[in-house]
């Protein structure tokens, strides 16, 4: 997989691939945490334990959904990050470098756990949604899994699957991008620590920088 000329789409995972929001995510899940006396977590368990569907993740917390619902934990959860969401920013090579593959032919779409509204709302923010082709995101708040939203994107794409690249920053993106049969690179500056990337087998990076020399693109 080191032909990287083949590729003509990029399929861009929003949260913790090209927004800068891993310690975001902690930081609002310990206001939900200290709501009910239970142990705050640090960025780096987060990285250990975060995965999909968040609903194990929140077991793996402490969370006891005899004693209340998941949907009540996960909606308090969207509502704090709501709450704070535009304190992320985007990785500084983001824009450069999404600039720069389009150069090259490149296409890109951006295809989310985020719920629809918000991630329409973020990219608007950023001032990046131009850039894509399509925003596909989750039409409810609780990031159960994204894989039939990327089958039915990869149809539409009406694209030879090789010609395709999906990168992320979980073991989830992987199997989102076995699922559509295409290649995948794996970011270790999000979402999950770089072992649980490394057991997946794909190829995993450090940054978008590593990813721009991979694709012998020179950042300013």
Not at 46 to 74: A, M, T
Not at 95 to 105: V, Y
Not at 136 to 152: M, P, Q, R, T, W
Not at 187 to 207: E, R
Request: proline share 2%; aromatic share 12%; hydrophobic share 40%.
């Amino acid at each position: 997989m080191n032909n990287f000329t083949q590729y003509k789409h990029i399929i861009w995972d929003w949260n913790g691939t090209l927004l800068n929001d891993g310690w975001l995510f902690v930081e609002v899940m310990n206001i939900v945490l200290k709501r009910r006396k239970m142990k705050p977590i640090t960025l780096e368990s987060y990285r250990e334990i975060f995965g999909f569907p968040v609903k194990d993740y929140y077991i793996k917390l402490g969370f006891d959904f005899d004693r209340e619902s998941f949907e009540n934990s996960g909606l308090e959860f969207i509502k704090e990050y709501e709450k704070n969401c535009f304190k992320a920013k985007l990785y500084p090579q983001v824009i450069p470098l999404l600039n720069e593959l389009q150069k090259l032919g490149i296409s890109h779409s951006i295809l989310s756990a985020q719920h629809q509204i918000l991630l329409d709302d973020l990219t608007q923010y950023y001032k990046i949604r131009n850039q894509f082709i399509g925003i596909i995101g989750l039409d409810n708040h609780y990031a159960h899994s994204k894989v039939e939203n990327g089958v039915n994107w990869i149809k539409h794409l009406k694209m030879n699957p090789k010609e395709i690249l999906m990168i992320g920053d979980t073991d989830h993106d992987f199997e989102v991008a076995s699922t559509m049969g295409v290649n995948c690179i794996l970011l270790s500056h999000g979402h999950n620590c770089i072992s649980k990337l490394q057991s997946t087998g794909a190829m995993v990076i450090n940054d978008l920088m590593e990813l721009s020399e991979l694709f012998k693109i020179e950042l300013n």
